[in-house]
């Protein structure tokens, strides 16, 4: 990703530790070094809802920003158990989302008792309730698993199926709507893109909408992304999802009648330059998942797919090699 996307990133992190405690501000900083800047704004948002629920429940009155370190000591197990209701029933948070919005706390917690310290060389906390808290348990057996799995997977034709219907197919079930069908076709070679991309390359959809031009290496046909830990990689894509990204940066550059290398990759409709929020694509992805004849259950079935048709090719690849590898071992027959 580019230092521009990063620092908006920032920007946003900076914007969110304003309205936290100072020594979530504190944890915060130590932790930019270390951790991905999208993970640490995630970060940020949970801790404003665990915030926020303090000071409705009045272990605190004030402001979030003023909530004292004094508090954090006086929370008991059946407090967060609280909490952790009050995100499963309140804010309809799954098992998943609750045990990354844990993690965080957990995090957060472990740095006030056994890394951080005053000026008398003394934890922040000298009592950890997150330490008494577990996560929930989500477990099924492999055969729940991959029926699961096997329901959310397009295979053969649906691949490409999936990939006509965003570009063009779905104006079928929207022709009566004309606010719809408007959008779709100001949109469709975004869409498309996005696609493909995370269809042929296993890319999240975080990934591809943070993504700039020059990450993009279309000879070598490879992306350059900033994962967890701020580790830089680059990833593979199809010929047809390179193929679907020039449409679109063609039929874009065509609209907003500028040099394609000044623009980002992606951008937010009617050709406003501007990066489309993961938020937004998230819910525009939602949509066709929906509105397939044959829907997915959800986003990550996706990324699901491509691991599932790279291991199928190099399955076929590693069963051709080892045809040839015995084949070479069989003796020949001498001729009489």
């Known amino acids: 990703m580019a230092d521009e996307s990063s620092q908006h990133l920032y920007e946003r992190i900076d914007e969110k530790t304003a309205r936290l405690p100072w020594y979530v501000r504190e944890y915060v900083d130590k932790k930019m070094r270390v951790m991905s800047p999208r993970s640490l704004l995630n970060y940020c948002h949970d801790y404003l809802i665990f915030f926020d629920w303090m000071i409705a429940e009045g272990f605190h009155q004030g402001d979030r920003t003023s909530v004292p370190l004094e508090s954090l000591e006086k929370l008991t197990p059946q407090s967060i158990e609280n909490f952790l209701s009050y995100?499963?029933?309140r804010l309809q948070n799954d098992k998943f989302t609750m045990n990354r919005k844990l993690s965080s706390l957990k995090s957060l917690?472990?740095?006030?008792?056994?890394?951080?310290?005053?000026?008398e060389l003394k934890p922040y906390l000298t009592r950890n309730?997150?330490?008494k808290i577990s996560f929930n348990k989500i477990k099924e057996d492999q055969e729940t698993v991959a029926q699961k799995m096997a329901g959310k997977i397009l295979w053969h034709d649906e691949y490409e199926a999936f990939r006509q219907f965003v570009a063009s197919d779905y104006r079928e079930t929207v022709k009566d709507n004309r606010k719809l069908l408007n959008f779709h076709?100001?949109?469709?070679?975004?869409d498309t893109a996005i696609i493909s991309l995370i269809l042929g390359s296993g890319l999240r959809l975080s990934e591809v909408v943070g993504l700039d031009l020059h990450d993009v290496d279309f000879q070598k046909r490879m992306v350059r992304v900033v994962r967890k830990g701020n580790k830089e990689q680059y990833v593979f894509f199809s010929e047809q999802a390179g193929l679907d990204l020039e449409d679109y940066l063609n039929v874009r550059a065509k609209n907003i009648g500028c040099r394609l290398q000044t623009k980002r990759c992606l951008s937010l409709r009617r050709w406003v330059q501007k990066?489309?929020?993961?938020?937004?694509?998230?819910?525009?992805?939602?949509?066709w998942?929906?509105?397939m004849p044959s829907p997915l259950a959800n986003l990550p079935s996706l990324y699901t797919n491509y691991a599932t048709h790279l291991r199928l090719v190099i399955k076929r690849k590693i069963t051709i090699f080892l045809s040839f590898v015995v084949s070479l071992g069989t003796p020949r027959s001498k001729p009489p």
């Open 275 to 287: 990066r489309q929020h993961g938020a937004s694509a998230r819910g525009r992805l939602r949509i």
């Open 185 to 190: 076709a100001q949109n469709a070679e975004r």
């Open 109 to 119: 917690f472990n740095y006030l008792q056994n890394i951080a310290e005053t000026s």
């Open 87 to 89: 995100l499963q029933f």
């Open 289 to 291: 998942l929906k509105s």
């Open 129 to 131: 309730v997150m330490a």
